[in-house]
């Protein structure tokens, strides 16, 4: 195929347009910055976490009310009676009403202290949980993201080689009406022809898929991506070494960190069991008001007898009381000293998740170093192999047309450029997923970052 008729693989911003027209897509491209942000905001795994944050607080502030004084009111209202004719009080109405207010303030109790300061650690622990449920959103969104480019890249260029290959194919048609091909040439350039249509289809279906992924993302339709701003320059690694990654990751990875405050809260416990041998020390106080009314008849002496006489009386009352009270454990069954051997036993395992969390994440951070390191030389490998196969094809189509090629060489030349050309923009969108990763893998991946990746897109 000459030169002058070769079909370019389409610009992002082309690209962008024709897939528009073809699947309804507004025309306005979104960034990566404005897809996380509505993700955000409409994810329900991240809003669950956001709100377990959120619930987390107000557990922390239950536990430090052990801590504070309480206080209670009470009041009460009665009416007796009584009817007692063989007493000297026959019949007695008495009627009390009273209002009392009581409080107390715990002075020394060592469990509700190590309780407190485990309800703090536990709000830490979800702060580290709610910065991986983060973390995680950022690389889903990103992933969907470059997922739905990459469907359009291998779209366009399925679309581009289908019309290449067209053009081969009439030109076999035509060469063979003339005597100079033989119907072999026909036949191979139909055969690839309807490979690529099948591919094609294939490929719409593919983006189709994606787009419906990412708009379940964010909670909107029709999101179109920005592509990659031209030339494209993916940012180096930094820091460079994987050893201070691994550092980095072992001080700060939320998963670590959350390791660790599982580990204080496993030895807090240990303390709290012990506790069950110490007093505790607590101040009461109270004060009350009751006013008391009584009427009725009573038996009285004469000098001749009795004589039953009506009485009535009535008066306020008013009692205070204040206290320490010192409560101190001596003997419950050994089970203080059997929860202790448990609690220990338990901080030995915390122990050891702690250990198997950091080792973890630093396979994990080593793995995802060398992923992006990989994907790094492999974009150079494949720019390199970009170049080489589109010299390779104008050399196969000069040769061609000299006849010292034949048509399925020219097939060949054209599917290695536009697989290779497909496999580039891949290879890009999984190096900066992969640099996300990396951060993600580290521990250290920030909302910061998607605006940092949102420069490397076109305006």
């Not at 002075?107 to 536990?122: D, H």
């Not at 449920?133 to 739905?148: G, M």
């Not at 059997?338 to 036993?345: F, G, H, I, Q, W």
């Amino acid at each position: 195929m000459p030169a002058s008729r070769r079909r370019p693989v389409f610009a992002p911003a082309a690209l962008a347009f024709a897939l528009g027209l073809a699947f309804g897509a507004p025309a306005r491209a979104q960034s990566l910055q404005e897809v996380y942000e509505a993700a955000r905001g409409y994810d329900a795994s991240f809003l669950a976490a956001r709100a377990l944050l959120d619930s987390a607080q107000y557990r922390a502030e239950q536990a430090k009310a052990l801590n504070r004084p309480s206080v209670g009111l009470q009041l009460q209202g009665q009416r007796s009676t009584s009817d007692t004719p063989y007493a000297s009080t026959l019949k007695t109405d008495t009627n009390t009403v009273s209002a009392g207010l009581s409080a107390s303030q715990s002075l020394f109790n060592r469990a509700n202290s190590v309780s407190i300061e485990q309800a703090e650690k536990a709000l830490a622990i979800s702060r580290a949980d709610f910065e991986s449920a983060e973390q995680e959103l950022i690389v889903r969104v990103a992933q969907a993201y470059f997922d739905v480019l990459a469907a359009q890249d291998t779209l366009a260029t399925t679309r581009t080689s289908k019309a290449a290959i067209s053009e081969q194919l009439a030109s076999a048609k035509r060469n063979f009406e003339v005597g100079t091909a033989t119907i072999t040439d026909t036949r191979e350039a139909q055969a690839r022809f309807d490979l690529a249509s099948a591919q094609e289809i294939a490929a719409e279906n593919d983006l189709r898929t994606k787009s419906i992924a990412l708009d379940q993302l964010v909670g909107r339709t029709g999101v179109e991506p920005r592509g990659l701003a031209v030339p494209v320059a993916l940012p180096p690694v930094q820091p460079p070494a994987v050893d201070e990654w691994v550092l980095r990751a072992d001080a700060e990875h939320p998963l670590v960190r959350k390791a660790a405050l599982g580990y204080d809260v496993a030895k807090l416990e240990t303390e709290k069991a012990r506790a069950g041998h110490l007093p505790t020390v607590t101040l009461n106080g109270s004060v009350g008001k009751a006013h008391v009314s009584t009427s009725g008849d009573a038996r009285v002496s004469t000098g001749g007898g009795s004589a039953i006489v009506p009485y009535d009386a009535s008066g306020t009352g008013t009692n205070t009381a204040i206290g320490v009270t010192l409560q101190m454990p001596l003997f419950a069954g050994y089970a203080i000293q059997n929860r202790v051997k448990e609690t220990l036993l338990l901080e030995e395992k915390s122990r050891n998740d702690l250990e198997a969390a950091r080792r973890g994440v630093a396979q994990l951070t080593r793995q995802a170093y060398f992923g992006v390191q990989s994907g790094q030389a492999q974009v150079k490998a494949l720019e390199a192999a970009e170049s080489s196969s589109q010299l390779a094809l104008e050399a196969t189509q000069l040769g061609y047309k000299v006849g010292v090629r034949v048509n399925l060489d020219v097939l060949n030349a054209q599917t290695q450029l536009f697989q290779t050309r497909r496999d580039l923009a891949k290879a890009r969108y999984d190096v900066l997923v992969g640099s996300l990763r990396l951060r993600q893998a580290a521990g250290l991946l920030k909302p910061e970052d998607v605006a940092a990746l949102n420069q490397l897109l076109a305006r």
